[in-house]
């Protein structure tokens, strides 16, 4: 969870548009990471 609250720290000073891609591009691989750990 740490990963996600950093990537958006970082995000908060990008254009709209680049914090969508952002966090689309990071989360998605973090929220996988997160569901193999804890669900599969």
Request: aromatic share 4%; proline share 0%; no cysteine.
């Amino acid at each position: 969870m740490h990963a996600l609250y950093t990537m958006v720290r970082q995000a908060a000073s990008a254009s709209i548009e680049d914090h969508l891609q952002l966090r689309q591009e990071q989360s998605t691989s973090m929220l996988v990471k997160l569901r193999e750990k804890f669900i599969d």
